[in-house]
């Protein structure tokens, strides 16, 4: 974190940047983006998102895999996110020197049913060390079907949920991002191209210093900004 100006050289994010079991990230969700764009991409870029207010905030956490209901199905994982937003939603996750997958997640489905659903492949969420022009591709997807019994619903004999998506990742700028409270932050901002089921998306974030990072997106929901 720096308190004011702006970044005088490029960030590299390495796996010592990621979350470890304990820590608390806090994140808040904004939803008046009146005069908010993405900015400019480029070097020693100053975005601004001073003017944001917060309507909500909640702290995630990370913790062990094995504390989380739904571990079994996900071996591989050393870590796991839990998400308090989404009703307690945990992220089964695979922490290495080089990326970070996520191996899947146990979210709600309505009426108090939790649904367990790996990715095949696994969704990688970051690759290290990233820097200024990074860039790297990725393919995920997963295909369940919950039987009646585990959606709590006897009307339904069984469904099929499922999803197939690639991705085109480039780190296309780096700088400093104001935020409300006269706080001032080091960023990388990321460029995602989404291709899913016939529909692109071309979606801008910007990540720092700590996992779930100040995030603009532009896409076909339009504009949208979550602060951490």
Do not use: C
Request: aromatic share 8%; net charge negative; proline share 5%.
């Amino acid at each position: 974190m720096l308190a004011g100006g702006a970044a005088q050289a490029q960030i590299t994010l390495t796996v010592d940047d990621f979350g470890s079991v304990g820590d608390i990230v806090p994140i808040s969700d904004v939803s008046q983006l009146s005069g908010v764009t993405p900015g400019a991409a480029g070097a020693n870029v100053v975005w601004n998102f001073s003017g944001l207010t917060p309507d909500t905030t909640y702290n995630d956490k990370f913790i062990l895999p094995g504390d989380a209901a739904g571990a079994d199905k996900f071996p591989a994982a050393n870590l796991a996110l839990m998400q308090m937003r989404t009703d307690t939603s945990v992220i089964f996750i695979n922490k290495k020197s080089d990326g970070i997958w996520m191996l899947g997640v146990r979210a709600p489905f309505g009426q108090g049913v939790h649904l367990t659903i790996p990715f095949a492949p696994a969704y990688q969420l970051a690759v290290f060390p990233a820097t200024y022009q990074t860039k790297f591709n990725r393919d995920f997807s997963f295909n369940i079907t919950p039987s009646a019994g585990e959606m709590g619903n006897p009307g339904v004999d069984s469904m099929m949920i499922m999803s197939k998506q690639h991705h085109e990742i480039v780190f296309d700028g780096w700088g400093t991002l104001k935020l409300p409270e006269n706080r001032t932050v080091d960023r990388l901002r990321q460029q995602r191209v989404e291709h899913r089921g016939g529909v692109l998306e071309d979606l801008r974030l910007l990540v720092g210093l700590d996992v779930v990072g100040d995030v603009v997106q532009t896409g076909g929901a339009g504009l949208a900004a979550e602060l951490e």
